[in-house]
């Protein structure tokens, strides 16, 4: 059960877009529509931004997407804004009723 | 409006015990599956357990199989994590969340165990 592989960091200026990475495997990833995002602000608990690989919860900021592409799943946020500096977490599905979490990416808005 | 709260940590000593409960409401608890989701002082989340809606069914991440036990009781929408054996490296937050869409939807504020003697 090795944890995901996200990038540990990422920057963008406010308005422009970044993509983060979650690298699996052919085992989880790759191999169902089950992957998840979330953001997590210092010291407050994680928030659901995508399910399902692309779906948004209710009410969220349409300038939040995702995608997979084999065993690669991606979060973009586009017109970056201050507030969306945060760690963010990705999470699959590993089968037998087990999930994996990536290592978490710092998202700074310069 | 959904609400988990968690209550039970604090300080344990190496091999020591402890029962952690998320309390829920705002929804109909029996309906969902929970997990229990943790974060090492400074680390990344880590996924920990998981059970169906009427507790016949849970799974467990490797490093906590066998020393932690999870569990519900519908009748007091309460979900439980019983954590046995406990060692250093399991100091963290530890927080619920419910499920929806294989993802962790909703979650609680945490509540933080420190194993240390």
């Known amino acids: 059960q090795s944890a995901l592989t996200q990038p540990a960091s990422v920057s963008g200026s406010p308005g422009q877009s970044i993509t983060i990475s979650c690298t699996g495997t052919s085992s989880d990833v790759g191999s169902y529509n089950l992957v998840s995002w979330y953001q997590q602000h210092p010291g407050k608990a994680p928030k659901l931004m995508i399910y399902?690989?692309?779906k948004r919860p209710s009410g969220l900021s349409n300038r939040f997407s995702g995608s997979k592409s084999g065993n690669t799943a991606s979060l973009t946020i586009s017109g970056l804004q201050a507030e969306d500096e945060a760690d963010y977490y990705c999470?699959?599905?590993?089968?037998?009723?087990?999930?994996?979490f990536g290592g978490g990416t710092k998202l700074t808005v310069l | 409006e959904v609400q988990l709260v968690e209550s039970g940590g604090g300080l344990v000593q190496p091999g020591g015990s402890l029962r952690l409960s998320c309390a829920a409401s705002?929804?109909?608890?029996?309906?969902?599956?929970m997990h229990w989701v943790r974060q090492a002082p400074g680390k990344g989340l880590v996924w920990v357990s998981r059970i169906n809606r009427d507790g016949s069914d849970t799974k467990y991440a490797d490093s906590v199989k066998g020393r932690f036990t999870i569990s519900r009781d519908n009748a007091k929408n309460t979900l439980y994590l019983q954590m046995n054996s406990l060692r250093a490296e399991d100091t963290a937050v530890y927080y619920c969340a419910r499920d929806a869409g294989s993802s962790c939807h909703d979650w609680g504020q945490g509540t933080l165990v420190t194993v240390s003697s």
């Open positions: 999470c699959s599905y590993a089968g037998s009723g087990t999930f994996l």
């Open positions: 399902e690989v692309s």
């Open positions: 705002g929804f109909t608890f029996s309906s969902y599956w």
